[in-house]
């Protein structure tokens, strides 16, 4: 196995990121990319036929989505590693893939060395996960400080990553500060405090931390 190079499908909608990102991994000595798929259902077909030694794997592609793509390909063909590499930040996606046998998880930003190391480190049989993601693992498992139950049973319509930034909110933090915090882009984290004052029915930022803060966050 050792002298033999690790054989990679990839599988991901767009076809320039699959294109670009075939050709980089195929220029790394001691891999091989052995097809390509533009959907889940294509990469479940194309990994029951070549059988790869890992499948490197999108989240969002139409049909058959990745996740449940590598639930099906997982319990079809276990021995098969699957790498899943997106742009979605959110714990819901990152634990639905590890639940569903992701070995691997890494963000679209992940460069090549980091791909690599993650594709070879899959291939055998080990788990990985990028800087960020294993932060928020280990957080996860340490009950470490998702918004509280106070902030559960006050604002029950929001969810857990709403409420988490709510707190850091509530605490006077700014956008780039919870963004760093919690290890998300900028932009989901606007996303989020504009889905909090729309679920709160508040004008502002300042309104947001007075409601906030009468249901005890943020002390």
């Known amino acids: ?5 690790i054989r990679v499908l990839l599988a ?8 670009g990102l075939a050709a980089l ?11 390509t798929a533009e959907d889940g259902l294509a990469a479940v077909a194309l990994a029951t036929e070549l059988q790869p030694d890992v499948v490197v794997m999108d989240v969002q ?9 590598t639930r099906r390909l997982t319990t079809a063909s276990p021995h098969i590693g699957v790498v899943v590499l997106t742009m979605a930040e959110e714990d819901a996606t990152l634990f639905s893939a590890m ?9 679209k930003g992940a460069n090549q060395a980091e791909i690599t190391r993650a594709v070879t480190a899959v291939a055998r049989g080990e788990a990985i996960f990028g800087p960020s993601i294993a932060r928020r ?14 902030a559960e049973q006050a604002f029950p319509q929001l969810t857990a990553r709403e409420r988490e930034i709510l707190e850091l909110v509530a605490a ?9 915090t919690l290890f998300l882009s ?9 889905n909090i004052f729309a679920k709160l029915h508040v004008a502002d930022r300042a309104e947001a931390i007075v409601r906030a803060r009468e249901a005890g966050l943020g002390h």
């Open 99 to 107: 639940q569903a046998g992701a070995r691997g998880y890494l963000l």
């Open 137 to 150: 693992i280990a957080d996860f498992f340490a009950g470490a400080p998702a918004a509280g139950s106070a």
């Open 186 to 194: 900028p932009k989901t984290v606007r996303n989020n405090v504009s």
């Open 172 to 180: 006077g933090r700014s956008n780039p500060q919870i963004a760093s």
């Open 61 to 69: 592609m139409p049909g058959l989505d990745g996740i449940e793509a």
């Open 1 to 5: 196995m050792h002298d033999e190079p």
């Open 25 to 35: 991994l195929a220029s790394v000595e001691g891999l091989e990319v052995v097809g």
């Open 12 to 19: 991901d909608d767009h076809p320039v990121y699959r294109d």
